[in-house]
């Protein structure tokens, strides 16, 4: 039996947190959900050190990452795993409240597969699309996000 890899979420708001658990949920995901509350964390799991040195090994199957951290911002975790080739493939979509031009811009020009805008349109995109990511790849259970962008 193969094992899912998690979904690592990335997030310091309790209610966010929350209301991604349960869109995830309703999507159909049966995946474990590792929720962490700031940048360092992020990269602490990623990356296997501090707290998470005896992780069971392997990348996230996707990184659900806010843009404004405590810490390390968004878009630093971000270019931190694409410029590190063990992870850099890693799917990486930026659930924020960000709306700012300069944010989505530097966001793609990092690597970004997905930026979604929190609001209502979080739960609704987690429930329309998230759930199509698992069952694509044999290997994975993710098909290529890059492609999907394209």
Do not use: C
């Amino acid at each position: 039996m193969t094992t899912l890899r998690p979904i690592l979420l990335v997030e310091d708001s309790a209610a966010d947190i929350e209301l991604t658990l349960v869109a995830l949920k309703r999507a159909g995901s049966t995946r474990e959900i590792v929720a962490v509350r700031d940048g360092v964390e992020a990269l602490d799991y990623i990356f296997s050190e501090a707290g998470y040195a005896g992780r069971s090994p392997g990348p996230p199957a996707v990184i659900l990452l806010d843009l404004k951290l405590p810490k390390i911002n968004g878009l630093e975790v971000l270019e931190r795993i694409k410029r590190d080739p063990i992870h850099r493939d890693i799917p990486i979509v930026m659930l924020t409240s960000s709306r700012q031009t300069s944010d989505i811009a530097r966001s793609y020009r990092s690597g970004v597969n997905s930026y979604v805008v929190k609001l209502s349109s979080t739960s609704r995109w987690i429930s329309q699309h998230l759930h199509k990511l698992f069952a694509k790849s044999p290997r994975t259970g993710l098909r290529s996000m890059n492609r999907a962008r394209r």
